[in-house]
C-alpha cells in the first residue's frame, strides 16, 4: 500500500503539469497525497475493521474533501444515496492496492476487489480494473515473475500488454478510465527494474500521472519487496497521522515489510 502512496504523491505534481522525462525531481513543496491515497486508505480500513466500503468512501471523503475527486464521485461524497453510479474511471483500480496483499487467493482476491469497486464502480471495466490491479499484485508478493503476470492478466482480462513505453509516451493523453490507463501503469511495471524506476516510468507516460504512478507503484512494491528508504520516509512524512495509523496497522497485520 506504501508503494500505491509513493507513486500518487510522486505523480501528484505532474498529473497537470506532465512530463515526458524520466529524470524528474521526486519530491517537491508541492508533492501531496491525492484522493488516490485516502480512498486505498479507506479501503485499507474497511479490510481492518470489517466497515461497509460505501460509508467509509463517504466517511473518508468529507474528511478530506479537498484531496481532488473526480466530478461525479464528488457529489456521491456528498449525497444521501449510497447506489454505484456505473463508473468505469481509475478510482477503482487506484484504490484496490490493500486487498491484493489481504489475501492468500485469488478467488477471494478478485472477490474482494469486486466489493471494493463495485459500491460506486459498477461498471464491468470498473471492476475489471480493480480487479486485474489486485490480481497483479497477488502474483507479484507470491514470487510469480513478470511474464507470467502479464499472462495471466492479459488472459483472464483481456488487456493489450504488448505495447511498449517508447510506443505509448509519444501519444499518450489524460485518460481517467480503467481501460485507458491500467494497461499503461502495468507496463510501466514490466519494464521496470526497480521501484524508484517503476515510478520514474509511470509519470513519464503523462496523462493521469499520479493515478497511473499510483497503480504501478502498488505492483511494484510487491513484486521488488523494497521501498527505498529516502523514498519511505518522505512518504511518511507527507502522510496526516489518522492516516499513517492506518497504514502501520495494515501493514502490521498482514505481515507487511518493506
Known sequence: MLGA???DIIGSVYEWNNTKRMDFELFSEGSTFTDDTVLTVAVADCLLNRKNY???FKEYGRNYPDAG??????KWIFSDNQQPYNSFGNGSAMRVSPVGFAFNNLEETLAEAKRSAEVTH???EGIKGAQAVACAIFL????EDKEVIKSFITENFGYDLNHTLKEIRPHYRFDATCQGSVPQAMIAF???????DAIRKAVSIGGDSDTIACITGSIAQAYYNDIPPYILDTVKKKLT???????SHFNKKYGITV
Do not use: C
Not at 507479484?140 to 514470487?143: E, S
Not at 497521522?241 to 497504514?247: G, H, M, R
Open 5 to 7: 502512496i509513493a507513486g
Open 54 to 56: 460505501a460509508e467509509t
Open 69 to 74: 475527486y473526480g466530478s461525479r464521485f464528488y
Open 122 to 124: 459498477n461498471h464491468p
Open 140 to 143: 507479484a508478493r507470491k514470487g
Open 190 to 196: 514490466w519494464e521496470s527494474v526497480g521501484f524508484e
Open 241 to 247: 497521522p489518522d492516516l499513517f495509523s492506518i497504514v
